[in-house]
């Protein structure tokens, strides 16, 4: 879902947007991770990598909007690890998934801020209101989208 810019004020900045951005991303992943949760039960331990890990703000909105610890890895690189280990696996090459913990060291755990969490908690209901009823909406914008962009492409290819 596109951002919506809902509740915005004369007063809102720059930094108001940016924060409101990595807010939606957060609330985007807790729904991924809601639905996987319904499929597989809780996760044990939530480990988070990549360069969105170099800006601590990111991290901790990511803690605080999922309400859970997170794990951060020494390497940035812990995905691309991780798709090597599965790989291994799926070779026969290592027994277990477990195994992979005593390959990676963990840099730094996060602990949510419980008043920002309480916060985000009592959000999340209106972001998936939003969502619902903007869902159509979201749909027209992709569709004009996707014309738009084969319009360009069969000019750019002189069709």
Not at 45 to 74: H, M, N, T, Y
Request: proline share 6%; aromatic share 10%; hydrophobic share 40%.
């Amino acid at each position: 879902m596109p951002g919506a810019p809902f509740g915005v004020g004369l007063h809102h900045r720059k930094e108001h947007f940016v924060r409101a951005v990595l807010e939606r991303v957060g609330f985007s992943i807790l729904s991924v991770g809601k639905a996987l949760e319904e499929q597989t039960g809780p996760a044990r331990d939530i480990r988070i990598s990549g360069g969105f890990v170099r800006f601590p703000l990111w991290p901790q909105i990511l803690c605080d909007v999922l309400g859970r610890a997170l794990s951060i890895p020494e390497s940035e690189e812990a995905s691309a690890f991780g798709a090597a280990f599965l790989s291994l696996f799926a070779l026969g090459e290592v027994k277990s998934l477990q195994e992979v913990q005593e390959h990676i060291r963990i840099r730094q755990r996060l602990q949510p801020d419980p008043s920002k969490g309480e916060t985000y908690r009592q959000l999340y209901p209106i972001y998936e209101l939003l969502y619902a009823r903007l869902e159509e909406e979201y749909e027209a914008l992709l569709f004009f989208n996707r014309i738009r962009r084969l319009l360009i492409s069969t000019k750019t290819a002189g069709i």
